[in-house]
């Protein structure tokens, strides 16, 4: 067992865009509202308990503690890493009162309190050797069932602070540091109503320079393996009901890819895999992906129907990396009537898969899902509450053709329209 504190890392802010502070209070609780009423008495303070899982080499050892960096490690570590909101301790009363203020009188930035690595795996994927007829992978299946123990252990822990039985794994982009991405999912893990268990799965990602981009392609690759395998470590939790799964950007196609290897391993049979994995909901945020190979994914290998709902956040700022790429239409740049390719009528008009167009103008639509007051609202009733789209199911966003729903800036700043009679 290794003791670690993670140092800020402020270019990697700067790269991923993330904010350093707490975002603006959802539109979902306006003034009077108590979203914090039943939150567990161990989370009722500024501070934000995380677990993350990641492949990054661990750069250097000082009394500060071990730092993360952007290099790749074929051993994956596990651990906590806690955020904080403000400087020093804050009264319960005073942030959770705070947090909910368009204009706050505290400080409530953001910072990397600490980060203890509690346990790491044997290097992986061991090597390949025949046995017979058959191609194995030579293992350490003891030093690997140590890790997985300790990491159920760290995961039953996590759930006897609170009362949801249900985990949030953020996958980020590849911009993102470790650091960052912590702050981005304890802002929303915090307006989620501060239950459940939040992890991270922190990946190598952009190395920054002009071979950046590069880079982080063949981080996504080399992590898929690990992405993999950590899916199923998480989903066999015996403390844990229910994992949803948030990825953001590059993470969307890097989450998509590790599911189809999910699904063609276990034989194309989605719900027993959905039982495996516990995948309650996959959330897709400013997926910059081409409309043919996510056709691909969600039908020929049947992604369509692994997560019990599945919801992609997009707009029209999410269409760029076509540009790079050289490849046609993108997520964010389609209309209603051009997606999704090879997909039935019927299960067009199921309300399991939903693509949210962010029409908005107070954020940007990357990182809106995350800052944008009526973005997050939605995102809570998504993953908190399990709703549905539609205003009869108390989440009342505007009426597109088929699958396809929009949030405008006004979203749950005005009455819900009522639902029309049946």
């Known amino acids: 067992m290794r003791n670690s504190g993670l140092i800020f890392a402020l270019a990697a802010f700067c790269l991923a865009g993330c904010s350093t502070t707490l975002a603006a209070p959802p539109s979902l609780y306006p003034s009077g509202t108590e979203p914090f009423k039943d939150v567990p008495p161990g989370h009722r303070n500024n501070l934000v308990p995380m677990i993350y899982v990641t492949d990054r080499l661990?750069?250097?050892?000082?009394?500060?503690?071990?730092?993360?960096?952007?290099?790749?490690?074929?051993?994956?570590?596990?651990?906590?890493?806690?955020?904080?909101?403000?400087?020093?301790?804050?009264?319960?009363?005073?942030?959770?009162?705070?947090?909910?203020?368009?204009?706050?009188?505290?400080?409530?930035?953001?910072?990397?309190?600490?980060?203890?690595?509690?346990?790491?795996?044997?290097?992986?994927?061991?090597?390949?050797?025949?046995?017979?007829?058959?191609?194995?992978?030579?293992?350490?299946?003891?030093?690997?069932?140590?890790?997985?123990?300790?990491?159920?252990?760290?995961?039953?822990?996590?759930?006897?602070?609170?009362?949801?039985?249900?985990?949030?794994?953020?996958?980020?982009?590849?911009?993102?540091?470790?650091?960052?991405?912590?702050?981005?999912?304890?802002?929303?893990?915090?307006?989620?109503?501060?239950?459940?268990?939040?992890?991270?799965?922190?990946?190598?990602?952009?190395?920054?320079?002009?071979?950046?981009?590069?880079?982080?392609r063949e981080s996504a690759d080399f992590t898929l393996y690990h992405l993999r395998e950590f899916l199923r470590l998480i989903g066999s939790s015996p403390d844990l009901e229910r994992v949803h799964v948030i990825a953001h950007a590059r993470g969307c196609a890097l989450v998509l890819d590790a599911l189809r290897e999910v699904v063609l391993s276990g034989?194309?049979?989605?719900?027993?895999?959905?039982?495996?994995?516990?995948?309650?909901?996959?959330?897709?945020?400013?997926?910059?992906?081409?409309?043919?190979?996510?056709?691909?994914?969600?039908?020929?290998?049947?992604?369509?129907?692994?997560?019990?709902?599945?919801?992609?956040?997009?707009?029209?700022?999410?269409?760029?990396?076509?540009?790079?790429?050289?490849?046609?239409?993108?997520?964010?740049?389609?209309?209603?009537?051009?997606?999704?390719?090879a997909i039935p009528e019927a299960a067009l008009k199921s309300p399991q898969l939903q693509v949210v167009q962010c029409q908005v103008k107070l954020t940007g639509t990357h990182n809106a899902w995350c800052t944008h007051p009526g973005v997050v609202s939605d995102l809570i009733l998504v993953l908190r509450d399990h709703k549905d789209p539609g205003a009869e199911n108390g989440r009342p966003l505007g009426r597109q053709q088929n699958m396809f729903w929009v949030i405008t800036d006004d979203y749950l700043r005005r009455p819900a329209p009522e639902a029309p009679a049946k």
Do not use: C
């Open 267 to 341: 034989g194309g049979d989605v719900i027993k895999i959905q039982k495996e994995l516990k995948l309650d909901t996959l959330v897709l945020a400013a997926p910059d992906l081409d409309t043919d190979w996510v056709g691909a994914r969600l039908s020929g290998d049947k992604l369509r129907y692994l997560p019990r709902r599945f919801v992609i956040y997009t707009g029209q700022g999410d269409g760029s990396g076509g540009w790079f790429s050289g490849s046609g239409a993108r997520i964010g740049d389609l209309k209603e009537t051009e997606f999704p390719p």
């Open 58 to 216: 661990p750069e250097a050892d000082s009394t500060q503690g071990t730092t993360y960096g952007y290099r790749r490690s074929r051993s994956v570590g596990f651990g906590e890493v806690t955020a904080q909101f403000g400087i020093g301790p804050l009264p319960w009363e005073v942030f959770a009162a705070e947090s909910l203020k368009e204009k706050r009188e505290v400080d409530l930035s953001l910072q990397i309190t600490k980060a203890n690595e509690l346990g790491r795996f044997p290097e992986s994927p061991g090597l390949a050797m025949p046995v017979g007829l058959s191609i194995v992978e030579r293992k350490d299946l003891a030093a690997e069932g140590a890790a997985r123990a300790k990491f159920h252990s760290v995961v039953k822990d996590a759930v006897a602070r609170g009362t949801r039985k249900e985990a949030y794994v953020f996958v980020p982009g590849t911009g993102d540091s470790l650091e960052s991405a912590a702050m981005t999912l304890a802002g929303i893990w915090h307006f989620l109503g501060r239950d459940g268990v939040a992890v991270l799965y922190s990946w190598p990602g952009n190395a920054g320079g002009m071979s950046g981009q590069a880079y982080g």
